[in-house]
């Protein structure tokens, strides 16, 4: 069974950075993509990032130029890096992974879903 294990949250003054990881356990050959999400109390969850391999990312468009995501695939792990944060990027985000198991389901791209238990990530002075 894979399990996500997300890190990095934490309390960080508006202007500030902070990385934030999500590492992968369990049986897995790939990661197909790799997303991150975040809601803010008393409101919906949004796609803040979004890696589709091959070098391919989307971002919302609160976040661009001031959020990077990134993979490690040797490390079955995935990175946001948010710079320039602002009191509105105040939310818990949730690490999403799209993986094969194996490579037979790689070869017919038979993928699995996994969620991450969502780390906070408070930007206040």
């Known amino acids: 069974q894979v399990q996500l294990v997300e890190s990095g949250g934490g309390l960080v003054q508006p202007g500030g950075s902070q990385r934030l990881s999500c590492a992968a356990s369990?049986?897995?050959?790939?990661?197909?993509?790799g997303r991150w999400y975040r809601q803010a109390p008393g409101k919906q969850r949004e796609l803040v990032a979004a890696?589709?391999?091959?070098?391919?990312?989307n971002y919302a468009d609160s976040v661009k130029g001031r959020f990077t995501i990134s993979r490690d695939s040797a490390k079955n792990t995935v990175y946001l890096q948010m710079n320039s944060l602002k009191p509105e990027d105040t939310a818990t985000y949730y690490c999403n992974l799209l993986y094969h198991p194996n490579y037979p389901d790689y070869m017919n791209d038979n993928y699995r879903e996994v969620w991450g238990q969502g780390t906070a990530v408070t930007v206040s002075s």
């Open positions: 890696e589709l391999g091959r070098q391919r990312t």
């Open positions: 369990g049986s897995i050959f790939s990661i197909k993509l």
